[in-house]
C-alpha cells in the first residue's frame, strides 16, 4: 500500500544522530510522537554502514509502535534492509527513479533542492516530496548550501504540484512564516533535538505554525 505524507501542514525531525547526546533514537521518537510528530528522517553522517542499519532498525520500530513513518536520509539500500517508509536524497545521490528500483512504487520519495534549475528538474522526477532549502542560515551542515529564503519557497510553490518541505535554521520564530509561504512540512533538527524536554518542544513547534495552542 502506497504511503502517505501527513496531513499539512506537518513537522518533520530529523533524526541527526549527532544530536541525540545520551539519548536513545528510539527515547527521541518516543518523545517526539508523544509531541504529535508523524513523520520523521533519519540522518546519521559519520557512523558505519552496521550501526547505521541498527540504528534505523531501532528508530523504525519505535516509530512502528507510535504509528509515525520513517525515512532515511541518503541510503535506499538502509532503507530497503529494515523496511522504513522511504528515503531522502540529497543531489548527489541516486536518482529518484533509481530510488523507486531498489524501493518499489509505494515508498515515500523525497529530494532536496537549493535553487531553481534543481527545483524545476525535481518537479519532473517520480517523487512524492520537494525538499526547498536551506531557508535561513543554519549550522547543522559542515558546508551548507546558500540560503534561499522565504520568497524562494513562494516561488517554488507555484512550480511543484508535489507537497513542499521547507529545511534549514527554522524555529519557533520563524515557523509561522515558512508555512504562510506555501510549505507543507517543515523539517526541523538542532531546533527541535537540543530542546530540554522533546515532547514539548514538538507540541510548542506545532502550536507556532498550526494555532493549536
Known amino acids: 500500500m502506497k504511503r502517505s505524507l501527513p496531513a499539512a501542514p506537518f513537522l518533520y525531525p530529523i533524526l541527526d544522530v549527532g544530536l541525540l547526546g545520551e539519548r536513545s533514537v528510539a527515547e527521541v521518537v518516543a518523545a ?12 546519521a553522517k559519520a557512523v558505519s554502514d552496521r550501526r547505521l542499519v541498527a540504528i534505523a532498525r531501532e528508530a523504525l520500530a519505535a516509530a512502528r509502535q507510535c504509528g509515525a513513518l520513517l525515512l532515511v ?7 530497503s534492509i529494515v523496511g522504513a517508509d522511504g528515503v531522502h536524497v540529497g543531489q548527489d545521490d541516486l536518482g529518484p527513479a ?32 520537494v525538499a526547498v532549502g536551506p531557508v535561513f542560515p543554519t549550522l547543522t551542515k559542515a558546508e551548507p548550501d546558500p540560503v ?3 520568497d524562494f519557497i513562494r516561488q517554488a510553490r507555484g512550480l511543484v504540484s508535489q507537497p513542499l518541505i521547507a529545511i534549514g535554521g527554522i524555529r519557533q520564530g520563524n515557523v509561522r512564516a515558512v508555512v504562510d509561504a506555501g510549505a507543507d512540512g517543515v523539517a526541523v533538527a538542532s531546533a527541535l ?11 510548542a513547534f506545532r502550536a507556532a505554525f498550526r494555532g493549536d495552542s
Do not use: C, M, W
Open 73 to 79: 536520509n541518503d541510503r535506499p539500500d538502509v532503507a
Open 148 to 150: 534561499v529564503g522565504l
Open 193 to 203: 533535538l537540543t530542546a530540554d524536554d522533546l515532547a514539548k518542544g514538538a507540541i
Open 32 to 43: 517526539l510522537v508523544r509531541g504529535g510528530a508523524r513523520i520523521f528522517q533519519l540522518r
Open 98 to 129: 533509481d530510488v523507486r528500483t531498489v524501493l518499489g512504487p509505494d515508498a515515500i520519495v523525497g529530494i532536496s533542492t537549493h535553487n531553481l534549475e534543481q527545483l524545476q528538474r525535481a518537479a519532473r522526477e517520480p517523487v512524492d516530496y
